[in-house]
């Protein structure tokens, strides 16, 4: 399959910078605030690709990079240092030149977010189909009807009761606001779908619920799919390649089994054996 997504050499530093964080960065030290500016280095010189379908998983623990790392894929914060490029029908696309105006195209029709916290995925003064409608809207569909048809197969599709769909999100359980990010998230026929912990504070029988039913949405669609998670048990159930990031570095990066059942590096190790 082609790429659709590719990471250039990209690092990110919250802070003023100076040249120890670039040596920091070029020498990939595991420090993560430099010693001379205080700068924080959240990502240290970051490479790969994503396939068109693939089912990609960033794994790592709280600090490690993975969430600044899917902002940036979402265009949500620019990169100190490298580039983002999305291949847009097979043309490459360098997110470090583009305008507003494009990243809000990127952001409406290429890609969708589901966020950890569906308070900051969704509009909680719009209904369970008014929030899946923005999304429709944002793409250009300025037709009632037509975005409310769509707006609802989507809610029905990801399992909302057709008596709920005009309820606020106050109104639903947490992994119900999930199932209506979701709606949300697929009713712009994105290429890319990222996910940052999206089952996080959910009970273990709604997360198996929430998970099972992103597999089956993407055997229906074939998005790719990009997942961050703490949790490998997440990144097993949902991903077929991964990375594994420390302190802003990638420290293993191959097919999810093979690193779940050989992991190379000390730190994927150690993660695999908090799971047993």
């Known amino acids: 399959m082609p790429k659709i997504l590719e990471i250039n050499s990209l690092s990110k530093i919250y802070g003023k910078g100076c040249s120890y964080c670039n040596k920091i960065i070029y020498e990939k030290s595991e420090e993560s605030i430099c010693p001379e500016c205080n700068s924080v280095l959240a990502l240290k010189d970051i490479s790969f690709s994503i396939k068109k379908g693939d089912r990609f998983g960033i794994v790592g623990e709280s600090g490690s990079g993975k969430s600044t790392l899917l902002k940036i894929l979402y ?10 490029i999305i291949y847009d029908n ?7 030149n583009i305008s507003i105006n494009q990243v ?38 300025q037709n009632f ?18 008596n ?9 359980s947490g992994g119900q606001q999930q199932r209506i990010q979701i709606a949300k998230a697929l009713a712009s026929n994105p290429q890319i779908i990222l996910l940052d912990e999206p089952t996080t504070g959910l009970d273990l029988t709604i997360q198996a619920v929430i998970l099972d039913l992103l597999k089956a949405l993407y055997e229906e669609y074939g998005f790719t799919m990009v997942v961050v998670s703490h949790d490998l048990g997440i990144i097993k159930h949902l991903t077929d390649i991964c990375i ?12 999810t089994d093979q690193i779940l059942q050989d992991p190379q590096h000390p730190y994927t190790q150690s993660l695999i054996s908090s799971m047993l």
Not at 109 to 138: C, D, W
Request: glycine content about 8%; aromatic content about 12%; overall charge positive.
């Open 244 to 255: 594994v990031m420390k302190n802003g570095s990638i420290v293993e990066f191959g097919l």
């Open 104 to 141: 809000n195209y990127f952001q409406n029709n290429i890609m969708s977010f589901i966020r950890q916290n569906p308070y900051q995925g969704l509009n909680f003064n719009f209904t369970a189909s008014g929030n899946v409608a923005e999304r429709v809207i944002a793409k250009g569909n």
């Open 75 to 84: 265009l949500l914060e620019t990169p100190t240092t490298g580039d983002v």
């Open 90 to 96: 097979s043309a490459p696309r360098h997110m470090s």
């Open 164 to 172: 709920r769909f005009y309820d606020l999100p106050s109104q639903f």
């Open 145 to 162: 009807n037509s975005v409310r048809e769509i707006s609802n197969s989507f809610l029905s599709k990801t399992g909302i009761l057709k």
